[in-house]
């Protein structure tokens, strides 16, 4: 009898501490913050319960640290891997491996960053990879270029780093993999700096085939402002490396001309609205993470406003600065976004048009809602990992790329029975 008292006051003991967690974890991320100042707007997701997830994840293959993905149009889906490596995974399950990659220096937070196929690419076969180099390393590829000797071509790369985006052709082979050919670089990071986190480096093709790339301020706030360099910006390019006739500030220098806006911290998702828009997230400094409309020539105001409920000594709060374009949304605890998608499929046929975001530190996917200019979190899901990457399928199933200690996964989530 002692004994089952013992073991009942246990288990109330341990319910209630079970409730009090998932309430500290429930405060703690509801803290978005729709950003329009319509209080009557804002319905803020909850944290779902495992197992009440509107969704069975299925895990399909295993990967060494995967950075991005991006199907292409026969279902194949090509994944980048943080080293350097990018594979090609099949819809049975074979995965290839395609050769021919740049060097990448794998430093921090650098690695072959993102992969994005060219809109065209039935036809000529194209795709964009963004990646880090150093000073030091083309410095030594140049000398062994020239025949000249290199004192060190080991040890750990300290020098200045940036992110590069170059092109290629994907020549595939018939064992599943594939190589590169014709790789040349349409895109760098100016200046390089010293450390290695905040590349940003993120690409989406724009509807009228121009390319997106998300520059970080690579930890220098300041460059965010700097209208001569180009990071801590969305730039905008040709697909062929040029400066499009309509940028804001074309007809400047060669790098304010690249430039569509400018104020960003670490954006690392970004992509269009079924309707055109472009949207994208960025990760802030000691929470302050935001959902950005991007609007052409604007200001988003970092590092001189942040979205942060604790902003620093040097940083003021957004109301403080009305001529900078404030965040659709932003959560002063940090979600730590990662990536960008909208949905556009059948098989969760009530998600048409909503956006999805992935969340490194707070291991969550979050579904957010957008009509017009009204965005509301309306779903985050707990997933256990830090989620690098989500995507669509064909079969209109959602992707998710996990990248943690253990290497990384590629799992699909389907409704029941799907």
């Known amino acids: 009898m002692l004994g089952q008292l013992c073991l009942s006051a246990f288990l109330l003991s341990g319910c209630n501490v079970i409730k009090k967690y998932h309430k500290v974890v429930d405060e703690k991320f509801a803290a978005g913050r729709d950003e329009s100042g319509d209080s009557s707007s804002v319905l803020q997701g909850q944290l779902t319960p495992v197992d009440r997830r509107p969704f069975i994840i299925h895990e399909i293959a295993q990967f060494n640290h995967p950075m991005a993905m991006s199907f292409l149009p026969d279902g194949t889906l090509l994944v980048a891997e943080k080293s350097g490596q990018l594979k090609l995974w099949h819809p049975d399950n074979k995965i290839g491996v395609i050769r021919n990659l740049p060097d990448v220096v794998s430093n921090g937070q650098g690695g072959l960053l993102d992969i994005a196929p060219h809109p065209d690419f039935e036809k000529n076969h194209l795709i964009y990879l963004s990646w880090t180099e150093s000073e030091k390393l083309l410095k030594e590829k140049a000398a062994l270029r020239n025949g000249e000797s290199v004192d060190d071509l080991s040890g750990e790369d300290k020098s200045a780093m940036g992110a590069v985006i170059g092109r290629a052709e994907l020549v595939c082979d018939n064992k599943g993999g594939g190589r590169l050919a014709g790789l040349s670089v349409i895109w760098r990071q100016e200046p390089k700096t010293e450390g290695d986190v905040n590349f940003g480096a993120r690409m989406t093709f724009a509807p009228d085939k121009s390319l997106f790339i998300s520059s970080g301020d690579r930890s220098q706030p300041a460059a965010a402002q700097d209208m001569s360099i180009n990071l801590g910006k969305i730039v905008r390019i040709t697909d062929i490396g040029r400066i499009p006739a309509d940028n804001p500030f074309n ?26 828009r472009l ?36 940083t003021a709060t ?30 969760f046929p009530e998600w048409k048009g909503n956006a999805f975001i992935g969340g490194l530190a707070s291991q969550m996917l979050v579904r957010m809602e957008i009509k017009g200019d009204k965005v509301r979190e309306a779903d985050r899901w707990p997933m256990g990992h830090p989620v690098r990457d989500v995507a669509q399928g064909s079969d209109g199933a959602l992707w998710v790329l996990y990248d943690d200690n253990k290497g990384g996964k590629l799992i699909r989530l389907a409704p029941p029975g799907r």
């Open 279 to 314: 949207w994208e997230n960025e990760i802030g400094q000691n929470g302050g993470d935001k959902l950005n409309l991007i609007q052409k020539g604007a200001n988003y105001g970092w590092p001189i406003v942040t979205a942060a409920a604790e902003p620093s000594s040097s």
């Open 251 to 276: 007809g400047s220098s060669f790098l304010k001309s690249q430039i569509w806006t400018s104020g960003h911290r670490n954006p690392l998702g970004m992509a269009f609205s079924p309707d055109g």
């Open 318 to 347: 957004m109301p403080t600065h009305p001529e900078f374009t404030k965040p659709k949304w932003s959560w002063s605890t940090s979600l730590v976004p990662s990536s960008l998608l909208f949905y556009t499929g059948n098989l």
